[in-house]
């Protein structure tokens, strides 16, 4: 098993900055990709960006060049730094990770609110 813990959301105005980090724990060697999900308040679930343990980065086309996640494979962490916030941003932000094998595992999320 693998434990994920969020930090970081919060409120911030529109055009601002949040950085988010995700801290796993547990059975971490059997990660091969970690990342970020949000989901809005009516909507599904969404990719927001991940990142492979080689460092192969994959963005959803609406967040391209404001954000940037990272990682670091020593710490078993990863960040998203968030920059250019808009309102649409505005969700519940959850970390992802996944087994080589393909196996999903999720954190208890952090609300990221955005205001206009």
């Known amino acids: 098993q693998v434990q994920l813990a969020e930090s970081g959301g919060g409120l911030v105005q529109a055009g601002g900055s949040l950085t988010l980090s995700c801290a796993a724990s547990?059975?971490?060697?059997?990660?091969?990709?970690m990342g970020w999900y949000r989901q809005a308040p009516g909507k599904q679930r969404e990719l927001v960006a991940d990142?492979?343990?080689?460092?192969?980065?994959n963005y959803a086309d609406s967040v391209k060049g404001r954000f940037a996640i990272s990682r670091d494979n020593a710490k078993n962490t990863v960040s998203l730094q968030m920059n250019s916030l808009k309102p649409e941003d505005t969700g519940l932000y959850f970390c992802?990770?996944?087994?080589?094998?393909?196996?999903?595992?999720w954190g208890q999320g952090t609300q990221v609110t955005v205001a206009s």
């Open positions: 992802n990770a996944k087994s080589w094998l393909g196996q999903p595992y």
């Open positions: 547990g059975r971490v060697g059997s990660i091969n990709v």
């Open positions: 990142i492979t343990r080689a460092r192969s980065t």
